[in-house]
């Protein structure tokens, strides 16, 4: 199985700041990669697919890149809505989820 | 507008088996390119887990490992309707189940799963 790990596990910024968060896939998975937003509570929203593709209707802060087993979802400009849980997960091979990255209010 | 709603939760009892119910609405379930329908669960304070998909065309399916001989997931195309059930049952099964529609691209590739439904909790105590 196809193993995803996040870092950091929780990331404290504040609101304009921005934000990387980054995936690390354990063995390379191309392009197949998306980036999902969770708010307590609710179903994860996709954000990004096929590693840097955005979603239609998502912010253009938001941003992912790379290929492989290395990829990283971007905040441009940290808005107070921006304020979650973010998963990467690959779709290669089955499909798998990382972690997890709380971003909190610094 | 395209939506998935989810049967209400349950409580279940250690070794019992539950079925969640996972309804499509706004697009069409079996379209020629298909979306296949994920199953993903989520225990209190944990990330996501798949558990596996069915294709509402075909009624094929494909399990995570670690369910493979605990997990049925089916679907009734005239009701547009999947579902998905969970047998010999453990506290490790509580969580909250999503199905997820995965949508694909005009050339056939997978493009994240798009569509949530709303979340079934399952409390087995």
């Known amino acids: 199985d196809i193993q995803m790990t996040q870092f950091p596990s929780t990331l404290s910024a504040s609101v304009g700041d921005r934000v990387t968060i980054t995936c690390r896939a354990s063995q390379s998975i191309s392009r197949w990669l998306a980036w999902y937003q969770q708010k307590s509570g609710k179903a994860p929203k996709l954000l990004i697919y096929?590693?840097?593709s955005s979603e239609s209707g998502v912010p253009s802060r938001f941003s992912g890149s790379g290929s492989g087993t290395e990829f990283t979802l971007t905040i441009s400009s940290l808005q107070p809505d921006d304020f979650a849980t973010y998963y990467c997960?690959?779709?290669?091979?089955?499909?798998?989820f990382g972690q997890g990255t709380k971003v909190e209010i610094k | 507008q395209v939506q998935l709603v989810q049967s209400g939760a349950e409580v279940k009892k250690p070794g019992a088996s539950v079925k969640v119910s996972c309804k499509a609405s706004g697009y069409t379930f079996t379209g020629y390119t298909g979306y296949d329908m994920h199953w993903v669960r989520q225990a209190p304070g944990q990330g996501p887990e798949w558990m596996g998909w069915v294709n509402p065309n075909s009624g094929a399916t494909n399990q995570a490992q670690k369910f493979l001989g605990r997990v049925t997931m089916t679907r009734d195309t005239s009701i547009s309707t999947a579902y998905m059930e969970l047998s010999r049952l453990t506290s490790d099964d509580t969580a909250v189940y999503y199905c997820?529609?995965?949508?694909?691209?005009?050339?056939?590739?997978?493009?994240?799963?798009?569509?949530w439904g709303q979340g079934t909790t399952v409390t087995v105590s």
């Open positions: 096929k590693a840097s």
């Open positions: 997960q690959q779709y290669n091979s089955g499909r798998t």
């Open positions: 997820a529609r995965e949508r694909r691209g005009p050339g056939g590739e997978l493009n994240g799963m798009d569509v």
